[in-house]
């Protein structure tokens, strides 16, 4: 099963608009983070949120968590065709180790 | 390029072979986790090495072990395959105490 849910599994938007996704998980977390996957390749680490953070900016990304609500959301500004992939948000198993448990991702299409 | 590299990029084995995958990891990275990525889905974790030794498993079946050699490459071997471990096994490798996890670009195995 997966700890974290991504929403939604599709978005489609024009270039230039912001892109907004969203992730919820069950369990207690120590930390969250958000990753893409273009055309089924290799994930790459966009952004590391802890547990006792509320907001983190990296260039045009802005991530939120809410402990309270079990929930991430990831905001792309000013989006790209270059940003075109797939989401991922991953949440550690357990507090020994690092081992990511992914939601289901959004796919994330820009239209030049 | 994350320094984590997997080969083979792509494989195809019938039903009931085995099958085994590589990894290196990044340089100075003591820790590899393995993913299986079904088509479409978010990646499901396997196991994890740390210093030659499991150090955590998913639910997933004895015939999935692993290897981690002395300079913490890691081997993913795969008996009795089925059609359901068509996928994209992925390699990451972090440092123990980092959560942030370096994957590689994937081997894809298609099994008939």
């Known amino acids: 099963s997966q700890q974290g849910e991504e929403d939604p599994q599709a978005l489609s938007i024009q270039e230039g608009e912001n892109a907004t996704m969203n992730c919820s998980y069950k369990t207690s977390i120590n930390n969250l983070q958000w990753y893409r996957q273009n055309s089924g390749r290799g994930l790459v680490h966009l952004i590391l949120i802890r547990s006792n953070e509320r907001e983190k900016h990296s260039g045009r990304l802005r991530v939120t968590l809410d402990t309270s609500k079990k929930s991430s959301s990831l905001l792309i500004t000013a989006s790209r065709a270059a940003d075109t992939a797939s989401y991922f948000c991953?949440?550690?198993?357990?507090?020994?180790?690092?081992?990511?448990?992914f939601g289901g991702g959004t796919r994330l299409m820009v239209k030049p | 390029e994350t320094g984590v590299t997997q080969s083979p990029t792509h494989l195809i084995k019938t039903r009931g072979q085995q099958v085994t995958l590589r990894c290196s990891s990044q340089s100075g990275h003591n820790t590899v986790s393995w993913y299986q990525q079904a088509l479409g889905q978010g990646p499901q974790f396997i196991f994890q090495?740390?210093?030659?030794?499991?150090?955590g498993r998913g639910n997933f079946p004895p015939r999935f072990s692993g290897l981690q050699f002395p300079n913490y490459s890691s081997e993913l071997n795969v008996n009795a395959l089925e059609l359901d471990d068509s996928a994209l096994y992925l390699c990451?490798?972090?440092?123990?105490?980092?959560?942030?996890?370096?994957f590689g670009p994937g081997t894809r195995l298609t099994v008939l």
């Open positions: 991953a949440t550690d198993v357990n507090n020994a180790g690092n081992m990511l448990t």
């Open positions: 090495y740390y210093r030659e030794e499991e150090n």
């Open positions: 990451a490798s972090s440092l123990a105490v980092s959560n942030e996890q370096f």
